[in-house]
């Protein structure tokens, strides 16, 4: 049912159970937000929204008021505008004035509506938040001084995640947002997959940077310093420079690692094909030899600390690969410095990603042999495009460059590994190569691309229907998880990433990433496969060469030590 109402004197068509936003986004008329989330039931928590009905003279909340036939909605009147501009001075009464050292300065939502609405001096002085920073996460830095209330990180948590590491504490005026008993967040449940950052319209939530420490790497001359990057790093670079969204910056990139002082740059794609060509053995292994199924992917470290929390049932269904980046790290440290002459202890360790999650991976025990980890250091992309800007590298002027080699040719398969179900669908490639001899006819798989939460394939592999599935947003996995729990007993192999979208939309992605730009990502991840000649992970040349020069066979004993780990049940704060 349609119904007509005015806005801004405009007549618009809007249909029953909109609310007034929807409308108004939907026909390009912008209001300010804060608390809202799109596709998320509206909380109403912030009232920056607000618009007036000109029949009544009210003020109400856009966000959650549902049109009516004949409405008069004006978007930016007088009143509208004070009432705006009020909620920020308020909002402002008690928030620090450290905006120039602040990690948002000029990308934090209050501070442009500040501006916008031109909020020049302070009119209300409120009690300074006296919050003390929680530094307790090797992933996630917490500065309750900075949060304004507006409940999106706890809503991301409880509602996409599915975790509800974070909520309210106390009441009203004395009311915070924070973990468990508002202990510090590494007795929490998070997993430190950082959508709450993503989310977080101000510098209250932040990754903890390894800038300092990888600056002080680069100074050090007895220091060579070894950087990878993710497959999905190239496709989303780009927006924090201004070029396209989703355009592909791989050879630039490259370029300016360089340029920065790094002493190699390798691609996390490669360690991607690596990872592979374990995987596909491994499933293989339990399908004949009547193993655990069905085989759970572990390449999302976020992934993989949920269900040491909150599945530990199912921890015999994880592989036992580790992830690309700790094998690329572990490979780095024992054969390229073998083969290179360098001694392990001076190589310093990079890997830049999408995802907060990695650097609590870096540090965990199992990664560490002999006091040595496989990665000394994460940076986001985020954290990357600050490092690019401290070395004043003009990306719009720079010729591109290739990776080092070994360890930096890819195919086209690794590469997927950025998007969600594409970890499956490299997969499933090299699986029916080696089963049948034979690669498959079409090595597009339509029915696991995609951003929908869970997505299904049947693919015949010679005698074998093999069942797959894969999911994206720990919420949606745990509704598939729940499916395996009840009886289901069909599928042979699952992919789950923590982030939406997989890791194109990381928690360590630019902020402020919408679902137009996850979609300009993947299909840049898309083309790169179209076009690449090579694109299955078992025909790239420098795989075959390692395994024929130092790991044997994928799970035998070399590959296995190197690159195989196990997990175990945590027992924290829920």
């Known amino acids: 049912m349609n119904l007509n109402i005015l806005v801004n004197n405009q007549p618009l068509t809007a249909e029953k159970g ?70 920020i001075e308020l909002l402002l009464s008690n928030h620090p004035d450290d905006c120039l050292y602040c990690s948002r300065n000029l990308n934090c939502e209050l501070q442009t509506l500040s501006n916008n609405y031109h909020v020049r001096e302070r009119q209300v002085r409120g009690v300074k938040n006296n919050h003390h920073l929680d530094l307790s996460s090797a992933s996630i830095v917490r500065d309750p001084a900075k949060c304004i209330l507006c409940g999106r990180c706890v809503r991301v948590c409880e509602e996409t995640m599915g975790i509800s590491a974070i909520d309210f504490i106390n009441r009203g005026s004395n009311s915070v947002v924070g973990p468990a008993f508002n202990k510090g967040l590494n007795t929490s449940s998070c997993v430190n997959c950082g959508q709450c950052i993503v989310v977080c319209p101000t510098g209250a939530l932040t990754e903890k940077s390894h800038i300092p420490e990888l600056l002080e790497a680069l100074n050090d001359p007895k220091k060579i310093v070894i950087v990878q990057h993710a497959p999905s790093i190239s496709v989303s670079l780009a927006e924090e420079f201004g070029m396209e969204t989703g355009k592909d910056i791989n050879g630039i990139m490259n370029a300016a690692l360089r340029k920065i002082g790094f002493d190699r740059v390798f691609d996390t794609s490669f360690s991607a094909d690596l990872t592979i060509m374990e995987e596909s053995a491994e499933l293989i292994h339990r399908i004949v030899n009547g193993g655990v199924l069905p085989m759970i992917t572990s390449c999302c470290p976020g992934w993989v600390k949920f269900a040491e929390e909150f599945y530990p049932e199912f921890l015999p269904h994880l592989s036992t690969c580790k992830s690309p980046q700790q094998m690329l790290g572990a490979i780095i440290k024992t054969h390229y410095a073998t083969t290179t002459g360098i001694n392990s202890e001076d190589i310093f360790s990079v890997s830049i990603m999408p995802c907060t999650a990695k650097k609590f991976e870096g540090q965990r025990a199992e990664m560490t042999s002999k006091g040595i980890s496989n990665i000394d250091a994460v940076l986001t992309t985020r954290e990357l495009a600050e490092l690019i800007k401290l070395y004043e590298i003009d990306l719009h002027n720079i010729e591109p460059e290739l990776a080092d080699s070994p360890l930096g040719l890819r195919s086209s398969a690794g590469k997927l590994f950025a998007s969600t179900g594409g970890v ?151």
């Open 18 to 87: 909109q609310t007034i936003l929807e409308v108004l986004n939907k026909n390009g008329i912008k209001v300010p937000t804060l608390c809202h989330i799109k596709d998320m039931l509206p909380s109403g928590a912030c009232r920056i929204c607000l618009v007036e009905q000109r029949k009544t003279g009210k003020l109400v909340p856009s966000c959650s008021q549902p049109v009516e036939e004949g409405m008069d909605i004006i978007t930016n009147s007088p009143k509208v505008n004070e009432a705006r501009k009020t909620i």
């Open 424 to 574: 499956m669908e490299a997969a499933i490639r090299t699986a029916h190569y080696k089963l049948t001899g034979k690669e498959l006819v079409k090595f597009k798989i339509n029915e696991i691309r995609g951003t929908h939460g869970i997505k299904e394939a049947t693919i015949k592999i010679g005698d074998l229907d093999l069942n797959v599935a894969v999911t994206s947003g720990l919420q949606n996995a745990k509704d598939l998880l729940a499916q395996v729990k009840e009886g289901r007993m069909d599928l042979h192999f699952i992919e789950i990433m923590a982030c939406p979208g997989g890791c194109i939309g990381g928690g360590g992605q630019p902020i402020n990433s919408d679902e137009n730009a996850l979609k300009a990502r993947m299909k840049s991840i898309y083309s790169i496969d179209e076009r690449e000649s090579i694109k299955v992970s078992h025909k790239n040349p420098e795989i075959i060469d390692l395994y024929n020069e130092f790991l044997g066979k994928p799970l035998e004993e070399m590959s296995h030590h190197l690159l195989h780990t196990t997990y175990e049940e945590r027992d924290v704060l829920k």
